[in-house]
């Protein structure tokens, strides 16, 4: 078991080029791909977003796809980054291996749902099109599409670090000899939904971002999928995963703790499984955002990991936009690209150092980038830090408990409005005022289950949901829809992320530790209970809370909502 | 004034979904963030949508918002003065 973990492809998709060789061209050159909208479709036309240079319908005529029902851009995306990495990596066949394609994505195929929505209310024999929310779908296309139709599949979604805690999942699977293969990343489209989710968070910058500048106000959405080929002891390794690790800020939903905790604590960490100190690191690629909250919180971060030592650190977000879901492993690849050529790249559109703060680098060559940091950042205090390595690290060995001493120490179910009532015991009406019914179950389902098994914050959260808030979502979809994007709801769309649960159970319960979200129709909730399982035989954790749910939302009937949680331990010999 | 006063402190019940409360509940006067009624910044986003919304009045930044939503009588007062509808 164990043995090194290293990456021998890669693929990516960006604002600044539709292959790696474009990519590395346009960092070279310092031009961003960000500019005023082509292929999306939204009122908002004053706002710049960082788009794919092609087209729908062009990117299905490269993969050679035909289909008479529409197609999600995630998904052709998604493969033509998986094709290029595979290519990379020499691998054409996969046959007799066990392959796993793990991707990272919130957006999922709502691309599609939100073009067809309104058609398909009113015209009920159309052909069958994805309105559902599952993500879980895109990342099976993916795998059609890329040829890999025997790989297994899984989707997560943590929002904004989706891409990074998918590549941590792969090279973990290949420790524990779960894989021989795993192709790993994010893909995520711009769509009108998340454009305008962010919008009401009054977070979307008008003019071209500029992270840790002073005068920044805001971020620029763009788009991108991102895939690496992760291999054990690949005679042909581009870079090697070194160290890695997702914590949780449990401060916020949307915004961040001012100390930068969630953050401080993932980089110190990856740091720590990488067995070197912050002066080693070479190379930082910050989340760097552009918003007031995240720059600030992400420099005291910094501050506090790397005292007066901060190495060369930029945000290649003001190239790309911020690529969301799929932002950990577009810029896992700009990282690797930069360890291969030597360079470090400029962070664009910095003039007016952040008083007290970190300055970004404007860029060096001729480097030797032996360790280079990537940070991702999501909704929720979702915080993820991987260290990649260019030599091969030496093998690190992990010992596995036994599963049997796995343990199931208590599980709760909620399914009605009587048993809600009882979530009083636990929260004020303030506190519950923002909650949809799905949110309130899990939540209890949450409480009830710790207070039976006596504990009052598990040291890890793990969930799984086949649809997410689709209540949440459709809802926010029909406000969309209504008032032609003007006037929504920020309440509905920081709540209709798959992830919402998961990070509002840390919130309340004061969880910084591991914190995931499994999406995969109805292999979700496996891909939740084998995670809490390995945490607890590695010994990461002592008490795993899994919560599972999901509801059905047709709008004019019953609405039927789940949620079950149940807390794990690790029992002694 | 009282009117529209009334008419505020409703919308935002509504808006932020503040279960179970009357407008009598809201002192006028009264902090809205923080200490007092404990709103957040998901609150003030909400109240920046009522404003634009029913008043016709685009704030272009939460931190605008802030000194706009110190209290029911701050709001009111900004509404006056910067109402177009």
């Known amino acids: 078991m164990n043995g090194v973990v290293s990456i021998s492809g890669m693929g990516i998709l960006c604002a600044i080029g539709n292959n790696r060789q474009?990519?590395?061209?346009?960092?070279?050159?310092?031009?961003?791909?960000?500019?005023?909208?082509?292929?999306?479709?939204?009122?908002?036309?004053?706002?710049p977003v960082g788009e794919i240079k092609l087209s729908t319908a062009e990117m299905m005529q490269a993969l050679g796809i035909t289909s008479d029902t529409p197609v999600s851009r995630t998904s052709v995306m998604g493969?033509?980054?998986?094709?290029?990495?595979?290519?990379?990596?020499?691998?054409?066949?996969?046959?007799?291996?066990?392959?796993?394609?793990?991707?990272?994505?919130?957006?999922?195929?709502?691309?599609?749902?939100?073009?067809?929505?309104?058609?398909?209310?009113?015209?009920?024999?159309?052909?069958?099109?994805?309105?559902?929310?599952?993500?879980?779908?895109?990342?099976?296309?993916?795998?059609?599409?890329?040829?890999?139709?025997?790989?297994?599949?899984?989707?997560?979604?943590?929002?904004?670090?989706?891409?990074?805690?998918?590549?941590?999942?792969?090279?973990?699977?290949?420790?524990?000899?779960?894989a021989d293969l795993v192709i790993a990343g994010g893909s995520e489209p711009l769509s009108r939904y998340h454009l305008n989710g962010f919008n009401t968070l009054m977070i979307l910058d008008r003019e071209r971002c500029r992270p840790f500048?002073?005068?920044?106000?805001?971020?620029?959405?763009?788009?991108?999928?991102?895939?690496?080929?992760?291999?054990?002891d690949a005679s042909h390794a581009l870079a090697y995963v070194s160290g890695y690790a997702n914590r949780c800020d449990a401060f916020h939903q949307t915004a961040t703790s001012p100390n930068g905790e969630g953050a401080f604590l993932a980089m110190t960490e990856a740091l720590l499984q990488a067995g070197i100190g912050p002066d080693e690191i070479d190379y930082i690629n910050a989340h760097g955002t552009g918003t007031p909250d995240n720059d600030a919180s992400e420099s005291t971060a910094f501050q506090r990991v790397f005292g007066n030592g901060l190495p060369p650190m930029s945000s290649t977000k003001s190239y790309t936009g911020h690529t969301t879901s799929a932002a950990g492993s577009v810029e896992t690849v700009i990282c690797i690209l930069a360890m291969q050529n030597g360079f470090v790249p400029a962070s664009l559109g910095w003039s007016h150092p952040i008083p007290g703060g970190v300055i970004p680098t404007q860029g060096c060559s001729d480097v030797d980038l032996k360790y280079v940091m990537c940070n991702s950042f999501g909704f929720g205090g979702n915080d993820s830090s991987l260290i990649l390595a260019k030599h091969a690290p030496v093998a690190g060995e992990t010992k596995l408990a036994d599963a049997s001493r796995?343990?199931?120490?208590?599980?709760?179910?909620?399914?009605?409005?009587?048993?809600?009532?009882?979530?009083?015991?636990?929260?004020?009406?303030?506190?519950?005022?923002?909650?949809?019914?799905?949110?309130?179950?899990?939540l209890l389902s949450a409480y009830t289950a710790l207070k039976e098994a006596g504990i009052d914050r598990p040291d890890a959260i793990i969930a799984a949901t086949s649809r997410g808030m689709f209540e949440t979502s459709t809802l926010f979809l029909e406000d969309i829809i209504a008032n032609h994007e003007e006037?929504?709801?920020?309440?509905?769309?920081?709540?209709?992320?798959?992830?919402?649960?998961?990070?509002?159970?840390?919130?309340?319960?004061?969880?910084?530790?591991?914190?995931?979200?499994?999406?995969?129709?109805d292999e979700s909730a496996f891909w939740a209970i084998r995670d809490a399982k390995m945490l607890l035989r590695k010994g990461e954790a002592r008490t795993v809370l899994v919560c599972i749910f999901d509801e059905e939302f047709p709008l004019e009937q019953a609405h039927r909502y789940q949620a079950e949680s149940a807390i794990y331990t690790l029992q002694n010999d | 004034m009282e009117e529209l006063i009334e008419k505020l402190k409703l919308q935002i019940i509504d808006a932020l979904n503040l279960e179970g409360m009357t407008p009598d509940d809201i002192d006028n006067d009264a902090p809205l963030f923080g200490e007092g009624m404990g709103l957040d910044s998901i609150d003030a986003l909400e109240l920046i949508v009522v404003l634009d919304k029913n008043y016709g009045i685009k704030l272009k930044?939460?931190?605008?918002?802030?000194?706009?939503?110190?209290?029911?009588?701050?709001?009111a007062d900004y509404i006056q003065k910067n109402r177009t509808k």
């Open chain 1, 22 to 47: 474009e990519v590395l061209d346009a960092l070279m050159r310092k031009e961003s791909g960000i500019g005023p909208m082509k292929y999306l479709s939204s009122v908002h036309t004053d706002i």
């Open chain 1, 79 to 178: 493969a033509l980054a998986v094709r290029e990495a595979l290519e990379q990596a020499g691998i054409r066949d996969v046959g007799g291996k066990r392959v796993a394609l793990i991707s990272g994505t919130t957006v999922g195929v709502m691309d599609v749902t939100e073009r067809y929505y309104e058609l398909q209310k009113t015209n009920p024999d159309l052909p069958y099109l994805p309105h559902s929310n599952e993500c879980g779908r895109s990342t099976e296309e993916i795998a059609r599409y890329a040829g890999l139709s025997d790989a297994r599949c899984c989707t997560i979604c943590t929002a904004c670090s989706s891409a990074l805690n998918a590549i941590m999942l792969g090279a973990e699977m290949l420790k524990n000899n779960e």
């Open chain 1, 213 to 232: 500048d002073d005068t920044r106000a805001g971020l620029n959405l763009g788009e991108g999928a991102a895939f690496v080929v992760l291999e054990k």
């Open chain 1, 406 to 442: 796995v343990a199931l120490a208590s599980r709760c179910v909620i399914s009605n409005d009587e048993q809600l009532l009882q979530l009083k015991e636990y929260l004020s009406p303030m506190e519950t005022r923002r909650m949809d019914k799905l949110m309130k179950a899990c």
């Open chain 1, 487 to 521: 006037h929504l709801k920020p309440t509905l769309f920081m709540q209709s992320t798959h992830n919402t649960i998961a990070s509002a159970i840390a919130i309340r319960t004061g969880c910084q530790g591991y914190n995931i979200t499994y999406s995969q129709g």
């Open chain 2, 61 to 75: 930044s939460p931190a605008e918002g802030q000194t706009v939503f110190k209290s029911i009588n701050c709001i």
